[in-house]
């Protein structure tokens, strides 16, 4: 089905989750299936949109219709209103995931968080069991992205010289291409052996290398945003289980995921590999967040009693 049916055969079911800061929320809902008549679960993803660079000096004039709850003490004033529809400017974002798995729900629906230290011993036993249990079906879109099946026209950057230290570098999904302040990017890297940083020994340093120099030549070439201004990191634990780097701007300081507890910086990666220990990430206690219904978290609460 195309985007404009899944959204019109939408059934709301309730809210997953929302952010007021981020101005977004996630919705549960569900989608007849086209081939068979039951529905299948599906989530929808609603985020306001950055203002446009463009649009900022002419904010304040002509495209105000009305005023709304106008307050004002002494010096501050404040109001609402809504801004003149233009659809070269959209303003929200959306996001569809259909079929939606319970994995999905869970990832998206508020709930606790726990912080959990992960020796050595507790990856081997616990969490590398469940890397390797994940169906290849959870990453066949990258899969399909790697081989040029899919989203082919959204790549960026395409290293494919050595597949050992090769990657593709594509736009995320939230990022709008033209708010440089809120750049977000993503490499995926060609090995498939790779499934996160508890895989990176010092043979992988020149993939590592490879990524940093030739991600920060073309955002400073591409779109003028020097190295000092990008912020280049993986996630621990990841959202999948296929070696990516998230690349934002320095300015994005809401993007999601850069947190401690789940950002790990790629420069730091790499001296920890180099200077420290050739063998780091398979030595070292990583602690990471996660949300306490998360099937790691359910194997670590069985075998840890957390």
């Known amino acids: 089905m195309e985007e404009a049916e899944l959204l019109n055969k939408f059934q709301f079911s309730r809210i997953l989750s929302q952010d007021s800061r981020a101005k977004c929320v996630y919705l549960l809902g569900r989608i007849p299936n086209q081939d068979q008549p ?3 679960d599906a989530i929808l993803y609603f985020e306001k949109h950055h203002f446009y660079e463009s649009e900022l000096p002419i904010l304040a004039s002509s495209r105000i219709t009305e005023l ?3 307050e004002s003490n002494d010096i501050y004033h404040w109001t609402k209103t809504n801004l003149v ?5 959209p303003d929200v974002n959306i996001r569809i995931i259909y079929p939606a798995t319970q994995a999905h729900i869970d990832k998206y629906s508020t709930r606790p968080f726990i912080n959990i230290r992960e020796t050595s011993d507790d990856y081997l036993q616990i969490t590398k069991p469940y890397i390797e249990e994940q169906p290849l079906k959870r990453v066949q879109w990258v899969y399909n992205i790697l081989e040029g099946k899919a989203e082919a026209e959204r790549v960026l950057l395409r290293d ?9 570098l594509l736009p995320d999904m939230k990022w709008d291409m033209k708010t440089m302040n809120a750049l977000y990017l993503v490499v995926i890297v060609h090995r498939r052996d790779l499934k996160s940083i508890r895989d990176l020994n010092a043979s992988h340093l020149p993939l590592l290398r490879n990524i940093a120099e030739k991600v920060e030549q073309f955002v400073e070439k591409t779109y003028e945003i020097k190295s000092q201004s990008l912020r280049m990191f993986f ?4 959202s999948y289980y296929h070696l990516h780097v998230h690349v934002v701007h320095t300015a994005y300081t809401s993007a999601p995921g850069i947190i401690a507890g789940q950002a790990h910086l790629l420069d730091q990666v790499i001296d920890n590999i180099a200077i420290i220990d050739n063998n780091y990430y398979q030595r070292a206690t990583l602690p990471f967040v996660l949300a306490e219904n998360h099937e790691i978290c359910k194997r670590y609460k069985e075998a840890k009693g957390y």
């Open 235 to 238: 996630h621990y634990q990841p």
């Open 85 to 89: 529809k233009d659809l070269t400017r």
């Open 38 to 40: 039951e529905l299948e």
């Open 68 to 70: 709304i709850d106008t």
């Open 160 to 168: 494919d010289q050595d597949p050992n230290t090769g990657f593709i």
